[in-house]
């Protein structure tokens, strides 16, 4: 996916915010494009899987020891978010919203949508989100995010 996000940037010649053309901003895109992979993507996912998905396909909810290790090794990778990427930016690459940014809010909401809100005690996060919200627009978001959210009440 992230591979086809880039050549749709690059093919359509997106607004430049999106993959920039700016090498110190571009590279801070590519960093955590490249990060999240076996952080946010592989714990978010781990999580929804964990509290979801396999419940659902067993019929038999999972120890609440296994739901514990991964939300706390969630909550590991997203301090490392907090604190190396977004540091006090409004975005990951700056003031401008970017593809790292629209690729880390999509893997979040997995986690959110299993019933665990990561944003509920993290007031930067939080921001952040409601940043990205608004520069993809509310009703887009929650468009794209619909089916998920309604996995529980297959």
Known sequence: S????L???QKFKTPDHWYPSDL???ARVDEY???QHANIR?????????????PLLTGQPLPAEKLEVAIEELNVVLKQFEEKFLQD??????SEISLADLVA??????????GYDLFEERPKLSEWRRRVEEAVG???FQEAHEGIMNIKNL
């Open 7 to 9: 050549y749709l940037a």
């Open 24 to 26: 110190q901003k571009r």
């Open 42 to 54: 592989a714990k978010g996912s781990k999580l929804f899987l964990t509290k979801v998905l396999l």
């Open 33 to 35: 494009l490249s990060w």
């Open 2 to 5: 992230i591979a086809i996000l």
């Open 89 to 94: 930016k409004p975005f990951i690459a700056g």
């Open 138 to 140: 509310k009703q887009l």
């Open 105 to 114: 809010l999509v893997e979040l909401m997995q986690p959110v949508c299993a």
